[in-house]
């Protein structure tokens, strides 16, 4: 690599870049979960995981001579070698011992009203001319300090940064930059008619009657709805950002937040409802609004007004922030979910419903089929909703002992000199195989850091598995290549990118060694969940798995069982070779 745009043009998305502002929500997991993090400067991690996460890709710098040593083997900069910021590059290199990639298009042609641009937004600059989507954390116009140096002194760069951040259409903020929860507390408070549980009138005139559902409740106010939804049989969950409501709401499962709230939960739900709420938050918060409810839930419905109010709260703050029309409501909620739009009850008013795109399993309607279903699981089976990061450390015990001296052997018989082990952990089987087979891994967060700085033999691809993107291989070598998918899907909330990514490099593959437990033979045949292992989600029994790969479209070469662990030997994890 020559330039900065060329790594940034080859790291996998979503990418996520990480400020040094202080934030007062707890993100960290939600960084750590999008597949590349880029840093600044001095950033820190340690003491500060749950706030910034632990997940490093690369750090962004200027080598400025305030800039702490890290040693790592390649960092960036967004400015180019003849910048101005650049000044102190060379003795940083030399110091460091890093290679510093220098930006090949000049940022400040590109950005002419900010006569200083700091590190972060020149980078952002460099990411929208490349026209590559970005999530940013930590960055809030340097209104607060950075987050492991409150001492320090405020930033000279100019606050209106952040404007002009929110006016790129690449760009997520993740932040709190607008007064609203402080405004509509001033309205709820001092104005009766605000008092009004708007969500539970549109409810009762849709005739709805949700029962024995998820369901997320946000912008509850006094709470109302969501008390009637828990009175029918639902699991609710309210999210109110207002003080004066959320202290109202009757309901026990309740959160004081903004829509950053979303990033905090991993349980799937059925089902969020927003009545009157969208139309108050800024265009960008609103996106962030949708990206985490399509991750999150199946389903929504929504009212949103598209005539322009005359509310206006404490300091004459306007209440309603996005005046749009209805067409438009259409194509940004149309990216996110299958939508329906409907006149609502009043003049101006629109009535959304749709089901989220990423969630949408399968090509039968979720309406006719249980979650259990789309797996070919038992309808009585209980799945574990949250996830676990499971970090492949040391342990005395190896589990699944035999699957890669069998993958070894499959290979061989198919003349592949190439494995490819999707979900490799630290690759603890897979790299003593390196002297046999040229071995690419593919894994997320400290996984695939250890294998890269742990092993000098093959080829390390950060992919989150849950959104699995085309891998970059060749089809000659995919041709040539082996897939081994061991003691994976058990650990997927959603397996079905993975699921569709294997399915794609089976037309070229000759095929992948899928391993998991059986959890009849490793649980007993009444066993009907949740998992033992925290970190699984859901376990199959080899029959359930053989009906689960038919209906996703593969073709079964050989199935049977092999040992679970080299200390028992018991004989319980399902070994299937398919192909497509």
């Given at each position: 690599?020559?330039?900065?745009?060329?790594?940034?043009?080859?790291?996998?998305?979503?990418?996520?870049?990480?400020?040094?502002?202080?934030?007062?929500?707890?993100?960290?997991?939600?960084?750590?979960?999008?597949?590349?993090?880029?840093?600044?400067?001095?950033?820190?991690i340690?003491?500060?995981?749950?706030?910034?996460?632990?997940?490093?890709?690369?750090?962004?710098?200027?080598?400025?001579?305030d800039i702490?040593i890290?040693?790592?083997?390649?960092?960036?900069?967004?400015?180019?070698?003849d910048a101005?910021?650049?000044?102190?590059?060379?003795?940083?290199?030399?110091?460091?011992?890093?290679?510093l990639?220098?930006?090949?298009?000049?940022?400040?042609?590109?950005?002419?009203?900010?006569?200083n641009?700091?590190?972060?937004f020149?980078?952002?600059?460099?990411f929208?001319?490349?026209?590559?989507?970005?999530?940013?954390?930590?960055?809030?116009?340097?209104?607060t300090?950075?987050y492991?140096d409150?001492?320090?002194?405020?930033?000279?760069?100019?606050?209106?940064?952040l404007?002009?951040?929110?006016?790129?259409?690449?760009?997520?903020?993740?932040?709190?930059?607008?007064?609203?929860?402080?405004?509509?507390?001033?309205?709820?408070?001092?104005?009766?008619?605000?008092?009004?549980?708007?969500?539970?009138?549109?409810?009762?005139?849709?005739?709805?009657?949700?029962r024995?559902?998820?369901?997320?409740?946000?912008?509850?106010?006094?709470?109302?709805?969501?008390?009637?939804?828990?009175?029918?049989?639902?699991?609710?969950?309210?999210?109110?950002?207002?003080?004066?409501?959320?202290?109202?709401?009757?309901?026990?499962n309740?959160?004081?937040?903004?829509?950053?709230?979303?990033?905090?939960?991993?349980?799937?739900?059925?089902?969020?409802?927003?009545?009157?709420?969208?139309?108050?938050?800024?265009?960008?918060?609103?996106?962030?609004?949708?990206?985490?409810?399509?991750?999150?839930?199946?389903?929504?419905?929504?009212?949103?007004?598209?005539?322009?109010?005359?509310?206006?709260?404490q300091?004459?703050?306007?209440?309603?922030?996005?005046?749009?029309?209805?067409e438009?409501?259409h194509?940004?909620?149309?990216?996110?979910?299958?939508?329906?739009?409907?006149?609502?009850?009043?003049?101006?008013?629109?009535?959304?419903?749709?089901?989220?795109?990423?969630?949408?399993?399968?090509?039968?309607?979720?309406e006719k089929?249980?979650?259990?279903?789309?797996?070919?699981?038992?309808?009585?089976?209980?799945?574990?909703?949250?996830?676990y990061?499971?970090?492949?450390?040391?342990?005395?015990?190896?589990?699944q002992?035999?699957?890669?001296?069998?993958?070894?052997?499959?290979?061989?018989?198919?003349?592949?000199?190439?494995?490819?082990?999707?979900?490799?952990?630290?690759?603890?089987?897979?790299?003593?195989?390196g002297?046999?087979?040229?071995?690419?891994g593919?894994?997320?967060?400290?996984?695939?850091?250890?294998?890269?700085?742990?092993?000098?033999?093959?080829?390390?691809?950060e992919?989150n598995?849950?959104?699995?993107?085309?891998?970059?291989?060749?089809?000659?070598?995919?041709?040539?290549?082996?897939?081994?998918?061991?003691?994976?899907?058990?650990?997927l909330?959603?397996?079905?990118?993975?699921?569709?990514?294997?399915?794609?490099?089976?037309?070229?593959?000759?095929?992948?060694?899928?391993?998991?437990?059986?959890?009849s033979l490793?649980?007993?045949?009444e066993?009907?969940?949740p998992?033992?292992?925290?970190?699984?989600?859901?376990?199959?029994?080899?029959?359930?798995?053989?009906?689960?790969?038919?209906?996703?479209?593969?073709?079964?070469?050989?199935?049977?069982h092999?040992?679970?662990?080299?200390?028992?030997?018991?004989i319980?994890?399902?070994?299937?070779?398919?192909?497509?």
């Open positions: 690599m020559k330039f900065t745009e060329d790594f940034l043009i080859s790291i996998p998305s979503p990418i996520a870049l990480v400020g040094n502002a202080t934030s007062a929500e707890d993100l960290g997991v939600a960084i750590d979960n999008n597949a590349s993090v880029i840093r600044f400067n001095n950033f820190e340690l003491g500060y995981e749950r706030h910034v996460g632990r997940k490093t890709t690369v750090r962004c710098t200027t080598g400025w001579n702490a890290r040693s790592p083997a390649l960092e960036i900069s967004p400015f180019t070698k101005t910021e650049s000044f102190h590059s060379e003795t940083y290199t030399r110091r460091s011992g890093s290679t990639l220098h930006a090949k298009i000049d940022i400040h042609d590109h950005s002419p009203n900010i006569k641009p700091s590190t972060g020149a980078l952002i600059i460099l929208k001319i490349l026209n590559i989507k970005i999530k940013l954390f930590g960055f809030d116009g340097f209104r300090k950075n492991y409150v001492n320090r002194r405020l930033s000279t760069h100019a606050t209106s940064e404007a002009s951040i929110l006016d790129m259409e690449h760009v997520l903020v993740y932040g709190e930059h607008n007064p609203f929860p402080k405004t509509v507390d001033f309205c709820r408070e001092h104005h009766s008619h605000n008092k009004i549980n708007k969500g539970l009138e549109i409810y009762k005139k849709l005739n709805l009657a949700h024995n559902m998820r369901i997320i409740e946000f912008g509850a106010g006094n709470g109302d709805l969501g008390a009637l939804l828990q009175r029918n049989g639902n699991h609710v969950l309210a999210i109110e950002a207002c003080k004066f409501a959320f202290e109202q709401i009757p309901i026990q309740k959160i004081n937040g903004s829509h950053l709230k979303l990033l905090q939960i991993f349980e799937i739900y059925d089902l969020i409802v927003a009545f009157d709420v969208l139309e108050h938050m800024t265009e960008n918060d609103i996106k962030v609004f949708l990206t985490e409810s399509s991750r999150i839930t199946r389903k929504i419905i929504f009212s949103i007004s598209v005539t322009s109010s005359c509310s206006f709260g300091n004459e703050a306007r209440l309603q922030l996005t005046t749009k029309t209805s438009w409501w194509r940004l909620l149309a990216e996110f979910f299958h939508v329906d739009i409907t006149q609502g009850f009043e003049p101006g008013q629109i009535i959304v419903t749709g089901q989220s795109l990423k969630l949408d399993y399968s090509s039968s309607s979720p089929l249980s979650v259990n279903k789309l797996f070919c699981l038992p309808e009585a089976y209980i799945q574990r909703h949250r996830p990061y499971y970090e492949d450390t040391q342990q005395e015990i190896t589990y002992p035999d699957v890669y001296r069998i993958a070894a052997e499959v290979a061989e018989n198919n003349s592949c000199n190439y494995l490819l082990d999707i979900g490799c952990g630290q690759a603890r089987k897979l790299a003593p195989l002297a046999r087979f040229n071995i690419i593919v894994d997320y967060l400290t996984n695939i850091q250890f294998c890269r700085d742990s092993y000098n033999l093959g080829i390390w691809i992919s598995l849950e959104e699995i993107e085309l891998l970059p291989i060749p089809k000659d070598v995919l041709s040539r290549t082996l897939i081994i998918c061991a003691d994976v899907l058990e650990h909330v959603n397996p079905f990118p993975l699921v569709d990514q294997l399915l794609l490099l089976l037309k070229y593959a000759p095929g992948v060694l899928i391993s998991t437990p059986d959890r490793t649980h007993g045949p066993h009907l969940g998992p033992p292992n925290q970190a699984h989600i859901r376990e199959w029994n080899i029959n359930e798995l053989h009906n689960f790969f038919m209906k996703e479209g593969f073709k079964i070469k050989s199935l049977g092999t040992r679970s662990d080299d200390k028992t030997n018991i319980a994890t399902a070994l299937f070779l398919l192909t497509s």
